[in-house]
């Protein structure tokens, strides 16, 4: 019996312990969204994916209009239509349909590989910047003995942090430690 209460006494002491060590864990927070918009590199890709954009787009436009054109030739053929050439354009016609219909579905997959391109081109430039931004918050987080960093923008979607009262703001500390001066200014949200 005695070697229970010794048992439950050690428990006791180590639960308040573990207690007293976590409430001692301290925790900060940080504006990713202002440490990225004034990222050089993050300027970059935001301008190449820009880029990228409007030559796919470009090109799903060019595709369209000529369906446009093939699409007007068609009507255009059909007004012609009579009962002494009811067998020629029917034909005609037919084959325009066939074309169309396949215009398209290459229209279609063209949107859709563009969307693919645009997403791929996106993982490969914001990895790098992603990687970066979280070794500079590690960083800054061991420098500063913090156990916790939270993300208090709304960038990511699940923001879990709802308020705080307090914590240390990091956000000027990672920038300096991403080699980004106190004096970049970050565009004005949208």
């Known amino acids: 019996m005695r070697k229970l209460i010794n048992v439950f006494f050690v428990a006791a002491?180590?639960?308040?312990?573990?207690?007293?060590?976590?409430?001692?864990?301290?925790?900060?927070?940080?504006?990713?969204?202002?440490?990225?918009?004034?990222?050089p590199e993050a300027k970059t890709a935001s301008a190449t994916l820009e880029t990228l954009q409007k030559q796919?787009?470009?090109?799903?436009?060019?595709?369209?209009?000529?369906?446009?054109?093939?699409?007007?030739?068609?009507?255009?053929?059909?007004?012609?239509?009579?009962?002494a050439n009811k067998e020629t354009v029917g034909k005609e016609l037919q084959a325009m349909g066939v074309e169309l219909q396949d215009m398209e579905k290459r229209i279609g997959e063209a949107s859709q590989k563009a969307q693919q391109d645009i997403a791929t081109?996106?993982?490969?430039?914001?990895?790098?910047?992603?990687?970066?931004?979280?070794?500079?918050?590690k960083a800054v987080a061991r420098e500063k003995g913090l156990a916790y960093v939270f993300d208090s923008s709304a960038q990511n979607g699940a923001n879990n942090l709802l308020?705080?009262?307090?914590?240390?703001?990091?956000?000027?500390l990672v920038k300096a430690k991403l080699g980004i001066s106190a004096s970049a200014v970050a565009a004005p949200k949208k």
């Open 163 to 172: 308020a705080w009262e307090g914590g240390d703001d990091v956000t000027a």
């Open 13 to 39: 002491g180590l639960m308040f312990t573990a207690n007293v060590a976590s409430a001692q864990q301290k925790i900060a927070h940080l504006d990713s969204e202002a440490i990225f918009a004034v990222m």
């Open 56 to 83: 796919k787009q470009a090109e799903i436009e060019k595709m369209r209009s000529e369906y446009t054109v093939k699409y007007e030739a068609a009507v255009a053929k059909n007004k012609t239509l009579s009962e």
């Open 121 to 137: 081109k996106q993982g490969e430039l914001l990895a790098p910047l992603n990687a970066k931004f979280q070794t500079a918050v």
